[in-house]
Structures are given as structure tokens and as C-alpha cells.
């Protein structure tokens, strides 16, 4: 599947997500879990498994029209930072003016040493560390 047509449609302005709770969390917790319900097209993308995908998302965080919708995509992949989104969620722009100016740095420094220890929970459409 081309991921091209579904990366186009990782923008600030189409982003829809929701935060919820962690599911059965073993200690009480304050966690959210970010899931990414639009736009439909880039939907297939959360599905696709492909550590590749994280690569052109973190490459899209110096763009700032679409650097909040790439934060939300990898947060919801990866379950890091999703307390990050969770507080911004209601204020994408105070992000983008704090914590985003270093996403695409804080993102590479995470992957980097994790990449060869991911693996795809098609259960949960998360990376898992193995």
C-alpha cells in the first residue's frame, strides 16, 4: 500500500483524535491513550505495521502546519508523549510554540536506539519495545 496519499493527509487542520483512558491500568492513573479517528484517509496508516511510518511522520515535525498532526499520529503509534498531547489538546498552537520548536529532535533521540526493538501489536495498532 502507498503510504504517500495517506502521509498527505497528516495536517494540523484534519487531524481528529480523541484522548481516553488507559484500559484496566494495574495503579490508578491520570494516562491517556491517544487514538486517531480522522481524516478516513489517513486511517490505513495506524494499520500499517511499517516502523518506516514513524521515520515520515518525525519528518514532518518541522512543518508547522503539520507537526501537531504529526505528534498526534506518533503519540497514538506509540503510546510516547501522549500525555503531551493530552495537555495540549485544546491548545494544538501553545504546543507548537513550546515543546514542538523540539519534537523533531526529542522524536529522532527516541526512535534511535528503540528502532531495532519495535514490533507491531496489530492487536493494539502500537509499537511495542521487544
Do not use: C, Y
Request: hydrophobic residues 45%.
Amino acid at each position: 500500500m502507498e503510504m504517500q496519499p495517506m502521509l498527505n493527509a497528516v495536517t494540523n487542520d484534519r487531524i481528529h483524535f480523541v484522548t481516553t483512558s488507559v484500559d484496566h491500568p494495574a495503579l490508578p492513573t491520570i494516562g491517556r491513550r491517544v487514538v486517531v479517528t480522522g481524516p478516513p484517509e489517513l486511517l490505513p496508516l495506524l494499520s500499517l505495521g511499517n516502523v518506516r511510518v514513524l521515520d515520515e511522520l518525525i519528518a514532518l515535525l518541522p512543518d508547522p502546519h503539520r507537526a501537531w498532526a504529526a505528534e498526534v499520529v506518533l503519540a497514538s503509534l506509540t503510546h510516547h508523549e501522549e500525555d503531551i498531547v493530552n495537555a495540549f489538546a485544546a491548545q494544538p498552537r501553545q504546543w507548537q510554540d513550546s515543546v514542538g520548536k523540539n519534537a523533531h529532535d526529542r522524536w529522532n533521540e527516541w526512535l534511535k536506539p528503540r528502532r531495532a526493538k519495535l514490533a507491531w501489536d496489530p492487536d493494539a495498532r502500537t509499537f511495542v519495545e521487544k
